[in-house]
T-cell receptor, first 112, second 116 residues
Framework: DAKTTQPNSMESNEEEPVHLPCNHSTISGTDYIHWYRQLPSQGPEYVIHGLTSNVNNRMASLAIAEDRKSSTLILHRATLRDAAVYYCILRGNTGTASKLTFGTGTRLQVTL | GAGVSQSPRYKVTKRGQDVALRCDPISGHVSLYWYRQALGQGPEFLTYFNYEAQQDKSGLPNDRFSAERPEGSISTLTIQRTEQRDSAMYRC??????????????FGNGTRLTVT
């Protein structure tokens, strides 16, 4: 499975933007970049995904480098409810590659 | 609509007993995944199904673990002769389509298994 590398933890002030980086230098041409987050005591929750172009949804934005070897999840205004572990995952398009392989993620702390 | 439902929420069992964990996916979802999560760690893949067919069981730790989804809906993860190291949160997820790049996984709240 292609691997991703994320910082163990990050901190942000409430109402500030947050940029969560992810490196995936071994990404293949058919791998999608997925982000999930896990709030305390809950199951993982889908955030966003993309292939090549930047993506926006109501939760976040995903900026993908031109060479696709890195990406950044952007929370435009962090709130206390965004405190969670954020997982960057590469997901293939066929067969067993379509399963999600979670790493250790980035623990985001949001403070007042 | 209802999300992914898992039962029981908590299961305490004695070492050596068999346990069966149930997952009821979102109606109409084709793919179903089982994960295990230790405290402070990310979810670890166990196995997954498309419809009733088990596609990948490479994550099952040993032959005490098995899973089935006989009618392509509800799934059961069975652990035989439980050991203390099996204690963890067991999570189930489902997705609408089998080739899931545009089909996110929806996770249940999990079953917390404690083996004493």
């Amino acid at each position: 499975d292609a691997k991703t590398t994320q910082p163990n933890s990050m901190e942000s002030n409430e109402e500030e933007p947050v940029h969560l980086p992810c490196n995936h230098s071994t990404i293949s041409g058919t791998d999608y970049i997925h982000w999930y987050r896990q709030l305390p005591s809950q199951g993982p929750e889908y955030v966003i995904h993309g292939l090549t172009s930047n993506v926006n949804n109501r939760m976040a934005s995903l900026a993908i480098a031109e060479d696709r070897k890195s990406s950044t999840l952007i929370l435009h205004r962090a709130t206390l409810r965004d405190a969670a572990v954020y997982y960057c995952i590469l997901r293939g398009n066929t067969g067993t590659a379509s399963k999600l392989t979670f790493g250790t993620g980035t623990r985001l702390q949001v403070t007042l | 609509g209802a999300g992914v439902s898992q039962s029981p929420r908590y299961k305490v069992t004695k070492r050596g007993q068999d346990v069966a964990l149930r997952c009821d996916p979102i109606s109409g979802h084709v793919s179903l995944y089982w994960y295990r999560q230790a405290l402070g760690q990310g979810p670890e893949f166990l196995t997954y199904f498309n419809y009733e067919a088990q596609q990948d069981k490479s994550g099952l730790p040993n032959d005490r673990f098995s899973a089935e989804r006989p009618e392509g809906s509800i799934s059961t993860l069975t652990i035989q002769r439980t050991e203390q190291r099996d204690s963890a949160m067991y999570r189930c997820a489902s997705s609408l389509r089998p080739r899931g790049t545009n089909s996110p996984l929806h996770f249940g709240n999990g079953t917390r298994l404690t083996v004493t």
